[in-house]
């Protein structure tokens, strides 16, 4: 079975239970690499031609008008070829209740019939929120497994719960 990991995460300021914390590696590549190390397959990281900004409230600012007008950002580089993959491994932060819009640009991207699509979020308590659904709405033909949320927070302690939520010992 060849896997994609395809992850979209934020550096700079973060949330972290109540503080803002300037981070290098976001949240969300840390869990991908994990699941990435757990799983093997091919590690890809959605990235957007105009970048989020580094400040925590100027970036939830974005992110929320981004949702709000339904916007499909433009992602920079080449992406992957999906046909080649049987599972998707997909990671992302929640923001406003779902994935950002760069991960919709992704999944309108390529056709994902046939894939089996593993959804993991970052969080600091909002969970998966409704990503689950838009992600079976986008990606009609797929199977979407149950996702695993992870608190941002806790992600560096969180290769356990990934090999558990992927089936691995």
Avoid at 35 to 45: I, N, P, S, Y
Wanted: glycine fraction near 14%; proline fraction near 4%; charged fraction near 20%.
């Amino acid at each position: 079975m060849k896997t994609l990991v395809a992850y979209f995460s934020h550096t700079g300021e973060n949330y972290f239970g109540g503080t803002i914390r300037n981070i290098s590696k976001g949240n969300t590549e840390v869990v991908a690499e994990f699941v990435q190390k757990a799983c093997g397959g091919d590690l890809f990281e959605i990235k957007t031609v105009k970048e989020y900004p580094v400040n925590y409230k100027e970036c939830c600012d974005v992110a929320q008008a981004e949702g709000r007008a339904g916007e499909r950002p433009e992602l920079k580089g080449s992406l992957p070829d999906i046909a080649g993959y049987d599972r998707i491994i997909l990671g992302y932060p929640c923001w406003w209740g779902t994935m950002p819009q760069a991960v919709f640009t992704f999944l309108e991207s390529g056709d994902f019939s046939g894939k089996t699509i593993f959804p993991f979020c970052t969080h600091e308590g909002s969970g998966m929120g409704r990503s689950e659904s838009d992600i079976k709405k986008l990606c009609p033909g797929s199977t979407v497994v149950k996702g695993l949320a992870v608190k941002g927070s806790s992600c560096g302690s969180a290769e356990n719960s990934v090999k558990a939520w992927l089936g691995i010992k």
